[in-house]
């Protein structure tokens, strides 16, 4: 009997919708606006988020171009995340989501379509991990058990692919342009998960922190 390919999307929505909930951090974003694909290796990359709008969250810039709208069961998407091989084959379950919410984290907080300004890595530096890591940790004590399982899968699991990706942003009139992707433009694809296991290292001090937490609960 084949193993289940478990849905990985499904798990995405439900950790992006459960960030969104107990942080108030990522209290304005959306699972139902934001597409989550696999894509193709980019280098180091683990993920990236892909803005749907231009600046304000106009569909047109100054310059009279479009970008290609996403919609799906009806709705318009107003971000991509694409997650690269990496994540998928060189992770541990904390890894992966830490990678979700870095994404999340460039997004404004307008979640208008565009990325914050201010939190784009150019302008932060080394300075973005460390406003990221303190968030992370605090949302990992408190990520609920079912979600960790399913992000430490490890085997052939299925997600969202492109059949055929959007492209660029386009001057209205160009001929053979697509203008609208939907569900007809993305296929649910088979990727293998390979999950890390934590270093002998990162064990003990797993236990060594599980060990102080129950030292000062008693006292």
């Known amino acids: 009997m084949a193993s289940v390919r478990p849905n990985l999307n499904k798990a995405l929505r439900a950790l992006i919708r459960d960030i969104a909930a107990k942080m108030p951090e990522f ?16 280098r180091a990359s683990r993920g990236t988020v892909k803005p749907l709008c231009f600046r304000g969250g106009r569909c047109v810039d100054r310059k009279g171009r479009r970008k ?3 919609r ?3 709705r318009r998407m107003l971000y991509c995340i694409t997650l690269r091989p990496l994540f998928f084959r060189s992770s541990t379950p904390r890894g992966r989501i830490q990678t979700v919410m870095h994404e999340l984290f460039h997004m404004s ?3 208008d ?29 408190q990520c609920p058990p079912e979600l960790l399982v ?6 052939e699991a299925r997600v969202l692919q492109w059949l055929e990706r959007p ?18 433009q993305l296929y649910l694809g088979v990727t293998r998960m390979v999950t890390r296991r934590p270093s002998a290292s990162a064990r003990l001090a797993k236990a060594r922190r599980k060990e ?8």
């Open 212 to 219: 102080r937490v129950e030292k000062e609960r008693v006292h």
């Open 68 to 70: 290609p709208v996403i």
């Open 72 to 74: 799906l069961k009806g």
């Open 167 to 184: 492209g660029p942003a386009y001057v209205p009139g160009t001929p053979r342009v697509r203008r609208v992707y939907t569900e007809e």
């Open 150 to 155: 399913a992000f430490a899968h490890s085997g």
């Open 109 to 111: 907080r307008r979640f």
């Open 113 to 141: 379509g565009t990325l914050h300004a201010g939190r784009r890595h150019s302008v932060l530096g080394k300075d973005f991990g460390a406003r990221l890591k303190p968030l992370v940790s605090r949302y990992l004590k």
């Open 27 to 42: 209290a304005h974003v959306k699972a139902s606006r934001i597409l989550v694909v696999a894509g193709e290796a980019r």
